[in-house]
Protein backbone atom coordinates (compact mmCIF):
# COMPACT_ATOMS: atom_id res chain seq x y z
CA UNK A 1 0.00 0.00 0.00
CA UNK A 2 1.62 3.43 -0.46
CA UNK A 3 3.03 5.72 2.00
CA UNK A 4 2.80 2.48 4.35
CA UNK A 5 4.81 -0.28 2.64
CA UNK A 6 7.36 2.00 1.75
CA UNK A 7 7.58 3.18 5.45
CA UNK A 8 8.04 0.01 7.03
CA UNK A 9 10.89 -1.35 4.59
CA UNK A 10 12.96 -3.23 6.59
CA UNK A 11 16.11 -2.72 4.50
CA UNK A 12 15.28 1.24 4.73
CA UNK A 13 14.84 0.52 8.32
CA UNK A 14 18.55 -0.78 9.49
CA UNK A 15 20.14 1.40 6.98
CA UNK A 16 18.66 4.64 9.22
CA UNK A 17 19.04 2.56 12.47
CA UNK A 18 22.98 2.02 11.34
CA UNK A 19 22.97 5.90 10.86
CA UNK A 20 21.68 7.22 14.24
CA UNK A 21 24.47 4.33 15.77
CA UNK A 22 27.14 6.24 13.44
CA UNK A 23 26.29 9.64 14.83
CA UNK A 24 25.23 9.05 18.48
CA UNK A 25 27.93 9.99 20.93
CA UNK A 26 25.91 11.95 24.19
CA UNK A 27 23.17 10.71 25.98
CA UNK A 28 20.01 12.08 24.37
CA UNK A 29 16.24 12.02 26.20
CA UNK A 30 13.99 12.43 23.41
CA UNK A 31 10.25 12.89 23.99
CA UNK A 32 7.63 11.82 21.08
CA UNK A 33 4.85 13.92 22.15
CA UNK A 34 1.79 11.57 20.41
CA UNK A 35 0.72 8.02 22.35
CA UNK A 36 0.60 6.71 18.79
CA UNK A 37 4.01 7.57 18.45
CA UNK A 38 5.04 5.79 21.43
CA UNK A 39 2.46 3.04 20.62
CA UNK A 40 4.26 2.69 16.88
CA UNK A 41 7.37 2.71 18.76
CA UNK A 42 6.49 -0.42 21.09
CA UNK A 43 4.90 -2.05 18.88
CA UNK A 44 7.71 -2.62 16.52
CA UNK A 45 10.38 -2.64 18.85
CA UNK A 46 11.96 0.29 18.25
CA UNK A 47 12.83 1.02 21.62
CA UNK A 48 14.64 -2.28 21.51
CA UNK A 49 17.01 -1.39 18.61
CA UNK A 50 18.63 1.74 19.52
CA UNK A 51 22.16 2.97 20.91
CA UNK A 52 21.79 2.85 24.71
CA UNK A 53 22.40 6.08 25.33
CA UNK A 54 19.11 7.40 23.40
CA UNK A 55 16.39 7.03 25.86
CA UNK A 56 12.75 7.88 24.82
CA UNK A 57 10.68 9.42 26.96
CA UNK A 58 6.79 9.27 26.37
CA UNK A 59 4.66 12.56 26.21
CA UNK A 60 1.09 13.90 27.17
CA UNK A 61 -0.35 14.09 23.55
CA UNK A 62 -2.80 11.17 24.06
CA UNK A 63 -6.59 13.00 24.60
CA UNK A 64 -8.16 10.55 26.45
CA UNK A 65 -5.04 10.53 29.29
CA UNK A 66 -5.05 14.04 29.68
CA UNK A 67 -9.05 14.81 30.16
CA UNK A 68 -8.96 15.51 33.82
CA UNK A 69 -10.73 13.70 36.15
CA UNK A 70 -13.21 16.36 37.17
CA UNK A 71 -14.08 16.00 33.46
CA UNK A 72 -15.00 12.45 33.68
CA UNK A 73 -16.75 12.58 36.52
CA UNK A 74 -18.98 15.70 34.39
CA UNK A 75 -19.36 13.09 31.58
CA UNK A 76 -20.80 10.78 34.01
CA UNK A 77 -23.19 12.81 35.98
CA UNK A 78 -24.43 14.01 32.71
CA UNK A 79 -25.04 10.59 30.91
CA UNK A 80 -26.70 9.21 34.68
CA UNK A 81 -29.31 11.58 33.63
CA UNK A 82 -32.63 10.28 32.53
CA UNK A 83 -33.48 12.36 29.64
CA UNK A 84 -29.35 12.69 28.63
CA UNK A 85 -28.07 10.86 25.31
CA UNK A 86 -24.69 11.33 26.29
CA UNK A 87 -22.62 10.24 23.33
CA UNK A 88 -18.76 9.95 23.08
CA UNK A 89 -15.91 8.38 21.31
CA UNK A 90 -15.50 4.92 22.75
CA UNK A 91 -12.05 4.93 24.06
CA UNK A 92 -13.34 7.42 26.83
CA UNK A 93 -16.25 4.49 27.92
CA UNK A 94 -13.48 2.70 30.50
CA UNK A 95 -11.68 5.97 31.42
CA UNK A 96 -11.85 5.73 35.31
CA UNK A 97 -13.98 8.64 37.10
CA UNK A 98 -13.72 9.27 41.11
CA UNK A 99 -16.15 6.38 41.25
CA UNK A 100 -17.21 4.40 38.21
CA UNK A 101 -16.98 4.99 34.15
CA UNK A 102 -19.18 5.63 31.15
CA UNK A 103 -19.78 1.93 30.73
CA UNK A 104 -21.19 1.09 34.40
CA UNK A 105 -23.45 3.50 33.55
CA UNK A 106 -24.38 2.57 30.28
CA UNK A 107 -24.35 -1.04 32.04
CA UNK A 108 -27.02 0.33 34.77
CA UNK A 109 -29.48 1.61 31.80
CA UNK A 110 -27.19 5.39 31.13
CA UNK A 111 -28.09 6.42 27.39
CA UNK A 112 -24.55 6.17 26.25
CA UNK A 113 -23.76 5.55 23.10
CA UNK A 114 -20.23 5.61 21.10
CA UNK A 115 -20.13 7.76 17.91
CA UNK A 116 -16.94 7.73 15.65
CA UNK A 117 -18.04 11.76 14.84
CA UNK A 118 -19.62 14.14 16.22
CA UNK A 119 -21.84 14.85 13.19
CA UNK A 120 -23.55 11.21 14.40
CA UNK A 121 -24.24 13.14 17.33
CA UNK A 122 -26.25 15.42 15.87
CA UNK A 123 -28.11 13.27 13.99
CA UNK A 124 -29.03 11.53 16.80
CA UNK A 125 -30.03 14.91 18.24
CA UNK A 126 -32.37 15.31 15.10
CA UNK A 127 -33.70 11.92 15.69
CA UNK A 128 -34.61 12.72 19.60
CA UNK A 129 -35.60 16.06 19.65
CA UNK A 130 -37.46 14.73 23.11
CA UNK A 131 -34.30 14.35 24.77
CA UNK A 132 -30.88 16.30 25.34
CA UNK A 133 -28.17 15.18 23.61
CA UNK A 134 -23.99 15.63 24.72
CA UNK A 135 -21.20 15.47 23.00
CA UNK A 136 -17.86 14.64 24.71
CA UNK A 137 -15.66 16.70 22.73
CA UNK A 138 -12.02 15.75 24.05
CA UNK A 139 -8.95 15.90 22.01
CA UNK A 140 -5.74 18.18 20.72
CA UNK A 141 -5.70 20.08 17.57
CA UNK A 142 -6.60 17.34 15.33
CA UNK A 143 -10.33 17.12 16.54
CA UNK A 144 -11.16 20.44 17.35
CA UNK A 145 -11.72 21.36 13.20
CA UNK A 146 -14.50 18.78 13.28
CA UNK A 147 -15.78 19.63 16.52
CA UNK A 148 -15.82 23.49 15.41
CA UNK A 149 -17.97 22.77 12.56
CA UNK A 150 -20.47 20.30 13.99
CA UNK A 151 -21.29 23.45 16.11
CA UNK A 152 -21.49 25.75 13.22
CA UNK A 153 -23.88 23.31 11.84
CA UNK A 154 -26.19 23.01 15.06
CA UNK A 155 -26.08 27.36 14.96
CA UNK A 156 -27.71 27.10 11.91
CA UNK A 157 -29.86 23.97 12.00
CA UNK A 158 -31.32 25.06 16.08
CA UNK A 159 -31.30 28.99 14.62
CA UNK A 160 -35.10 28.84 14.82
CA UNK A 161 -35.36 26.31 17.72
CA UNK A 162 -34.52 25.48 21.25
CA UNK A 163 -30.92 23.61 20.66
CA UNK A 164 -31.28 19.98 22.50
CA UNK A 165 -27.44 19.55 21.35
CA UNK A 166 -24.45 20.52 23.65
CA UNK A 167 -21.04 19.73 23.71
CA UNK A 168 -18.84 18.59 26.96
CA UNK A 169 -15.72 20.60 25.86
CA UNK A 170 -12.21 18.98 26.77
CA UNK A 171 -9.91 19.99 24.01
CA UNK A 172 -6.23 20.95 24.49
CA UNK A 173 -3.38 22.45 22.04
CA UNK A 174 -0.08 20.85 22.36
CA UNK A 175 2.66 23.81 22.30
CA UNK A 176 1.62 25.13 25.42
CA UNK A 177 1.94 21.52 27.13
CA UNK A 178 5.98 21.59 25.37
CA UNK A 179 6.34 24.83 27.04
CA UNK A 180 4.99 23.37 30.74
CA UNK A 181 7.27 20.51 30.20
CA UNK A 182 10.45 22.52 29.87
CA UNK A 183 9.39 25.04 32.31
CA UNK A 184 9.40 22.30 35.11
CA UNK A 185 12.04 21.89 37.48
CA UNK A 186 12.20 18.07 36.75
CA UNK A 187 12.46 18.06 32.75
CA UNK A 188 14.98 16.07 31.43
CA UNK A 189 13.53 16.22 27.83
CA UNK A 190 16.45 17.00 25.10
CA UNK A 191 14.35 16.86 21.82
CA UNK A 192 10.82 17.05 20.81
CA UNK A 193 9.45 14.44 18.01
CA UNK A 194 6.12 16.56 17.18
CA UNK A 195 2.84 14.72 16.13
CA UNK A 196 2.24 14.92 12.47
CA UNK A 197 -0.81 15.08 12.27
CA UNK A 198 -1.52 17.89 14.78
CA UNK A 199 1.13 19.86 12.59
CA UNK A 200 -0.54 18.56 9.28
CA UNK A 201 -3.49 21.16 10.93
CA UNK A 202 -1.71 23.70 12.44
CA UNK A 203 1.69 23.53 10.56
CA UNK A 204 4.99 23.97 12.26
CA UNK A 205 5.76 27.85 12.32
CA UNK A 206 4.27 27.63 16.19
CA UNK A 207 6.94 25.68 17.07
CA UNK A 208 9.94 27.90 16.06
CA UNK A 209 9.58 30.61 19.00
CA UNK A 210 9.64 27.36 21.15
CA UNK A 211 12.83 25.69 19.83
CA UNK A 212 14.21 29.40 19.71
CA UNK A 213 13.26 30.31 23.08
CA UNK A 214 14.20 27.11 25.04
CA UNK A 215 17.45 26.23 22.50
CA UNK A 216 15.64 22.64 21.45
CA UNK A 217 15.23 20.54 18.43
CA UNK A 218 12.05 19.50 17.44
CA UNK A 219 11.08 17.65 14.37
CA UNK A 220 7.81 17.01 12.94
CA UNK A 221 7.28 13.16 12.63
CA UNK A 222 5.46 10.72 11.28
CA UNK A 223 3.65 7.43 12.47
CA UNK A 224 5.31 4.53 10.78
CA UNK A 225 8.13 2.79 11.70
CA UNK A 226 10.51 4.78 9.46
CA UNK A 227 9.03 7.73 10.09
CA UNK A 228 10.19 7.57 13.42
CA UNK A 229 13.07 6.87 12.49
CA UNK A 230 13.64 9.46 10.49
CA UNK A 231 12.17 11.79 13.02
CA UNK A 232 14.79 10.31 15.35
CA UNK A 233 17.76 10.77 13.27
CA UNK A 234 16.95 13.94 12.46
CA UNK A 235 16.34 15.11 16.21
CA UNK A 236 19.94 13.12 17.07
CA UNK A 237 21.88 15.02 14.37
CA UNK A 238 20.79 18.19 15.70
CA UNK A 239 21.31 17.29 19.25
CA UNK A 240 25.06 16.04 18.63
CA UNK A 241 25.82 19.60 16.23
CA UNK A 242 24.35 21.35 18.90
CA UNK A 243 21.45 22.72 16.69
CA UNK A 244 17.94 23.57 17.77
CA UNK A 245 15.67 23.93 14.82
CA UNK A 246 12.33 22.76 13.83
CA UNK A 247 12.74 20.84 10.99
CA UNK A 248 9.81 18.85 9.00
CA UNK A 249 10.57 15.02 8.82
CA UNK A 250 6.71 14.35 8.02
CA UNK A 251 6.15 16.34 4.48
CA UNK A 252 3.99 14.84 2.85
CA UNK A 253 1.20 15.07 5.32
CA UNK A 254 2.28 18.66 6.63
CA UNK A 255 3.54 22.21 5.93
CA UNK A 256 4.69 25.35 7.52
CA UNK A 257 1.40 26.72 7.84
CA UNK A 258 -0.94 23.67 7.70
CA UNK A 259 -4.73 23.80 7.17
CA UNK A 260 -5.73 27.46 7.04
CA UNK A 261 -9.67 26.57 6.87
CA UNK A 262 -9.38 23.60 9.04
CA UNK A 263 -7.47 26.44 11.51
CA UNK A 264 -10.17 29.65 10.70
CA UNK A 265 -13.17 27.38 11.56
CA UNK A 266 -11.88 26.38 14.90
CA UNK A 267 -11.23 29.81 15.65
CA UNK A 268 -14.58 30.97 14.42
CA UNK A 269 -16.17 28.60 17.44
CA UNK A 270 -13.47 28.51 20.27
CA UNK A 271 -11.58 30.81 22.24
CA UNK A 272 -8.11 30.13 23.82
CA UNK A 273 -8.76 29.49 27.88
CA UNK A 274 -6.41 28.04 30.83
CA UNK A 275 -6.84 24.28 31.22
CA UNK A 276 -6.43 21.78 33.94
CA UNK A 277 -4.53 18.64 32.38
CA UNK A 278 -5.28 14.87 34.31
CA UNK A 279 -2.39 14.84 36.70
CA UNK A 280 -0.33 17.53 35.01
CA UNK A 281 -2.24 20.60 36.77
CA UNK A 282 -3.02 24.13 34.95
CA UNK A 283 -1.26 24.68 31.79
CA UNK A 284 -2.15 28.49 31.13
CA UNK A 285 -3.55 29.27 27.57
CA UNK A 286 -3.41 25.10 26.89
CA UNK A 287 -7.14 24.60 25.78
CA UNK A 288 -10.22 25.69 23.65
CA UNK A 289 -13.39 26.80 24.72
CA UNK A 290 -16.75 27.91 23.30
CA UNK A 291 -16.98 31.55 22.84
CA UNK A 292 -20.16 33.37 24.30
CA UNK A 293 -22.15 33.55 20.94
CA UNK A 294 -21.70 29.19 21.49
CA UNK A 295 -22.47 29.47 25.16
CA UNK A 296 -26.21 27.67 24.07
CA UNK A 297 -23.60 24.65 23.18
CA UNK A 298 -21.86 24.57 26.10
CA UNK A 299 -23.14 21.59 28.03
CA UNK A 300 -20.92 22.80 31.60
CA UNK A 301 -23.03 26.19 30.96
CA UNK A 302 -26.32 24.42 29.88
CA UNK A 303 -26.79 21.95 32.70
CA UNK A 304 -24.82 24.09 35.42
CA UNK A 305 -21.92 21.50 36.01
CA UNK A 306 -19.39 24.13 37.48
CA UNK A 307 -19.60 23.09 40.80
CA UNK A 308 -18.00 19.37 40.33
CA UNK A 309 -14.87 19.36 42.03
CA UNK A 310 -12.33 16.20 42.21
CA UNK A 311 -9.13 15.61 43.45
CA UNK A 312 -6.37 13.28 41.32
CA UNK A 313 -5.66 9.59 42.88
CA UNK A 314 -2.74 10.02 44.37
CA UNK A 315 -1.04 6.34 43.48
CA UNK A 316 -1.30 6.93 39.96
CA UNK A 317 1.51 8.56 38.71
CA UNK A 318 0.62 8.82 34.80
CA UNK A 319 1.16 12.43 35.43
CA UNK A 320 4.46 12.64 35.60
CA UNK A 321 4.79 9.36 32.96
CA UNK A 322 2.81 12.09 30.59
CA UNK A 323 5.37 14.70 31.46
CA UNK A 324 8.59 12.43 30.58
CA UNK A 325 9.73 12.11 34.49
CA UNK A 326 9.02 8.43 35.22
CA UNK A 327 7.74 5.44 33.10
CA UNK A 328 5.32 2.88 33.22
CA UNK A 329 7.56 0.15 34.75
CA UNK A 330 8.54 3.11 37.21
CA UNK A 331 4.87 2.98 38.52
CA UNK A 332 4.10 -0.15 41.60
CA UNK A 333 1.00 -0.58 40.43
CA UNK A 334 2.05 -1.60 36.94
CA UNK A 335 0.58 -4.78 35.65
CA UNK A 336 -0.31 -5.56 39.72
CA UNK A 337 -2.86 -3.60 41.00
CA UNK A 338 -3.30 -1.98 37.59
CA UNK A 339 -4.50 -3.47 34.55
CA UNK A 340 -6.02 -2.48 31.31
CA UNK A 341 -9.29 -4.93 32.75
CA UNK A 342 -8.57 -3.10 35.96
CA UNK A 343 -6.90 0.28 35.20
CA UNK A 344 -6.36 2.87 37.86
CA UNK A 345 -5.23 5.51 35.31
CA UNK A 346 -6.32 6.81 32.39
CA UNK A 347 -2.83 6.00 30.53
CA UNK A 348 -3.78 2.21 31.04
CA UNK A 349 -7.26 2.19 29.29
CA UNK A 350 -6.56 4.37 26.52
CA UNK A 351 -5.23 3.08 23.00
CA UNK A 352 -2.75 5.93 23.34
CA UNK A 353 -1.52 5.50 26.78
CA UNK A 354 1.90 4.78 27.95
CA UNK A 355 1.19 2.36 30.45
CA UNK A 356 -1.32 0.22 27.49
CA UNK A 357 1.32 0.16 25.17
CA UNK A 358 3.70 -1.31 28.39
CA UNK A 359 1.57 -3.55 29.24
CA UNK A 360 0.33 -4.83 25.40
CA UNK A 361 4.05 -5.17 23.94
CA UNK A 362 6.57 -5.26 26.76
CA UNK A 363 4.74 -7.10 30.07
S1 LIG B 1 0.28 1.72 35.76
FE1 LIG B 1 -1.79 2.42 36.31
S2 LIG B 1 -1.57 3.39 38.31
FE2 LIG B 1 0.47 3.27 37.40
S3 LIG B 1 0.74 5.19 36.30
FE3 LIG B 1 -0.06 3.74 34.81
S4 LIG B 1 -2.29 4.09 34.89
FE4 LIG B 1 -1.45 5.02 36.77
Known sequence: MRFVDEYRDAESIKRVLQQI????????NIMEICGGQTHAFLRYGIDE????????????GCPVCVTPLEKIDKAIFLASQKNIIFCSFGDMMRVPGSHEDLLTVKARGGDVRIV??????LTIARQHPDKEVVFFAIGFETT??????????????????????????????VPPAIMAILDAPTNRVNGFLAAGHVCSVMGYHEYIPIAEQYKIPIVVT?????????????????????????????????????????????????????????????????????????????AEKKFDLHDISVQEPRDCISGLILQGVKKPGDCPHFGVACTPEHPKGATMVSSEGACAAYYQYKK
Open 144 to 173: APAHAMVVLKAKTEFAKNRANFSLLCSQVL
Open 222 to 298: GFEPLDLLLGLFACVSQLEKGQFNVENSYPRSVTLRGNIPAQETMKKVFHIVDRQWRGIGVIPRSGLALQDEFAEFD
Open 49 to 60: LLPDNITLLHGP
Open 116 to 121: YSPMDA
Open 21 to 28: DEITTGDW
